[in-house]
């Protein structure tokens, strides 16, 4: 485990392993992985005012606003646990997020150290995509044939034995989701590409294989 305070974001296509990538360096690093989807999911439970607004427009299969998005995550760095460095998977999405995130990092004098980009072709996300699912309960991913629990039917994490897929996880809606992608969210690689943080990872390998290429650029 790592002493150094490490601030990392986690950037790709849906089915690029972020989040398995996020999961794994919490392991090793020490430092939380924080999906937007988790933080949301969290917001929702804690009853704030916000997570409750932002439950009610995802619940609806609406879009949550960048500033809605932003004031939750400006909420979730602020926690005391996420002083030694986190992970962020999912956010930022789109520019103004990024340009926000710097807002938000600059004033707790904690920037930014590495921006990784897992890259994988097409073809192959939409394999990655359909067959994922989730644990209930602590969010867990896994996947029917690359990544299936050591116990059949129960968490890994957290023994629960409750799983969700995501109702947009299948091949209709890939098309569409990575499009979204690439008009809002690849925008965002050059931004930080220009702050010469940006590390793009081959992202086609085994979840060993890319592991160990993001903690050699990290240093680990
Ligand atoms: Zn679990």
Request: charged share 25%; proline share 5%; glycine share 10%.
């Amino acid at each position: 485990m790592s002493d150094r305070n490490l601030r990392i974001v986690m950037m790709g296509p849906p089915g690029c392993g972020k989040g398995t990538q996020g999961d794994i360096l919490q392991e090793s690093l020490g430092v939380p992985h924080i999906s937007t989807g988790e933080i949301l999911r969290n917001a929702g439970k804690e009853g704030t005012e916000l997570g409750l607004k932002a439950k009610a427009l995802i619940d609806d299969g609406n879009f949550v606003p960048d500033d809605m998005i932003i004031a939750i995550i400006k909420e979730a760095l602020a926690k005391p646990e996420m002083q030694k460095g986190f992970i962020l998977d999912g956010f930022p999405r789109t520019v103004p997020q990024a340009e926000a995130l710097d807002v938000m990092l600059a004033e707790l004098n904690a920037p930014l150290d590495f921006v990784f980009q897992l890259q994988v072709p097409d073809e192959i996300l939409a394999e990655r995509i359909v067959g994922r699912y989730t644990c209930t309960q602590c969010g867990a991913g896994y996947h029917d044939r690359f990544k299936t629990p050591k116990f059949y039917g129960v968490c890994d994490k957290c023994g629960n034995t409750e799983f969700v897929r995501r109702a947009d996880d299948n091949r209709r809606t890939i098309k569409a989701r990575l499009a979204t992608y690439r008009a809002s969210t690849a925008p965002v690689l050059p931004y930080y590409e220009t702050k010469g943080i940006l590390y793009c990872v081959d992202g086609t390998g085994s979840i060993v294989k890319v592991k160990a290429k993001i903690e050699q650029i990290i240093g680990v």
